[in-house]
Nanobody
Framework: QVQLEESGGGLVQAGGSLRLSCAAS????????MAWFRQAPGKEREFVAA????????YYEDSVQGRFTVSRDNAKNTLVLQMNSLKPEDTAVYYC??????????????????WGQGTQVTVSS
């Protein structure tokens, strides 16, 4: 089992950057596929980015490709989402998620078993 806690959210102007972190408990962090999802008011939670348990593979939602970078530090049990060139439509609560080993569907909330509480990201125009 793993517990997740996000940090790094805040208010930023369009075009700015934010760096989200997700601290994970447990000694087997390196065995978990990790992901970031986001949920805007009135909308369903949607996939943003994922990274394999080894860190060798990354996946991105089309609208963030080239602007966001997902990475992990298995020695520090930390998942990071570097967000650049932020847009107002990126405004949402951002969640990190985890599943042991490979996900059955890395792009769906159903593919993850563990979730953090979320961190608010607000991008002003």
């Amino acid at each position: 089992q793993v517990q997740l806690e996000e940090s790094g959210g805040g208010l930023v102007q369009a075009g700015g950057s934010l760096r989200l972190s997700c601290a994970a408990s447990g000694r087997t962090f390196s065995s978990y596929t990790m992901a970031w999802f986001r949920q805007a008011p009135g909308k369903e939670r949607e996939f943003v980015a994922a990274i394999s348990w080894s860190g060798g593979s990354t996946y991105y939602e089309d609208s963030v490709q080239g602007r966001f970078t997902v990475s992990r530090d298995n020695a520090k049990n930390t998942l990071v989402l570097q967000m650049n060139s932020l847009k107002p439509e990126d405004t949402a609560v951002y969640y990190c998620a985890a599943v042991f080993k490979a996900s059955s569907n890395r792009f769906s909330t159903l593919g993850y078993d563990y979730w953090g509480q979320g961190t608010q990201v607000t991008v002003s125009s």
